[in-house]
């Protein structure tokens, strides 16, 4: 069982490969929905999960579908932009047509190559059977798409805040060395060393790629290919292919280098001191001033400053500065990676 994607006659200029924010956002909210996938990224979504605000977090669950166990194709963009931001002008590009048709793919459980817009009472209740919320989900959107479309606009924005933008800080810049890399394979090796560098699951057989997927299914990239490197997307292979629509196919980067062993324990000896773990359990729950903390804990400014210094100095904790205040708070994804028990115990 294997997807086709038929390149006969394509240039090689058509083939692209790029880095694409919204592609990763899409990764990384999956990896929140279903981290029984991702073993390795389960403290970081637990860490994740722990920081954001509740009411955020009720609105990822309500909208989980469009990434949970599919990922909705606006997602997974066949043009990638240097910013979130033109990337989301694109899916607000897209006519309702198109975006009712990727958005309804996840929520109805359509295949990309039958889905039928024509049929909305059909699609409803594919929605139906799926839960009440997607059902309300497949309504609206089948109804009225434009509130639809700036609520789930919105909700991808506030992720920046709550998440993404310190997760894609610390791996655009791999992200971009690795479609770098594979660009140079296709251009000096060809495109099969390219395709194997990238997966075991990537064959090129004559001009035909052939992606080893779940279902049989066949399309043609005669408007181009594109190849969007993903740090989160581990072990998936994703690919998205609609009728018209450029294909694109998302690989997982190679494994990150385990953080080294001098590091960690650093972090160990950090969180070892009484008063450091006390300090965490506050920073766990949000930012707070070296006033604040020596307060809450009746200890000195200078003694809290020399703790701070030393969760710091591990990578523990990051600062924010408002005007003559300066504020830390706990790192959760970097805290979250020593051990689901340790996170369980600072918010406790």
Known sequence: MALTIDITGLPAERLRFAASPLAELGAMLHVLAAPGHHPALQPWA?????????????RLLAAEFLWSSSRADFLVPAHPRPTLTEELDDVDALSDEDYVAAALITTCGCSRLS???????????????????????????LDDPGPVRVRVRRLLEDCVEEFFGEAWRRIAFALAVDARRMADLHEQQGLSAALTAMSPALTLSGTRIVVDKLQDNWTSAEDGLTFVPTAFGRPHLLAVHARGRRPVVQYPTAAEEPVPLDVVQRRIDALGHPVRLRLCRTLARGPRTTGELAEAWHLSTPEVSRHLAVLKKAGLTVTTRRGRYVS???DLSVTAALGADLIAVLLR
Do not use: N
């Not at 637990?46 to 009720?58: E, H």
């Not at 997607?134 to 959107?141: D, G, I, M, S, T």
């Open 46 to 58: 637990a860490g994740v999960l722990a920081g954001c605000k509740p009411s955020f977090t009720d």
């Open 328 to 330: 830390h708070q706990l």
């Open 115 to 141: 889905f039928r817009r024509s049929e909305p009472e059909r699609l409803k209740d594919l929605a139906r059977a799926r839960g009440p919320v997607q059902a309300a989900f497949a309504e609206q959107l």
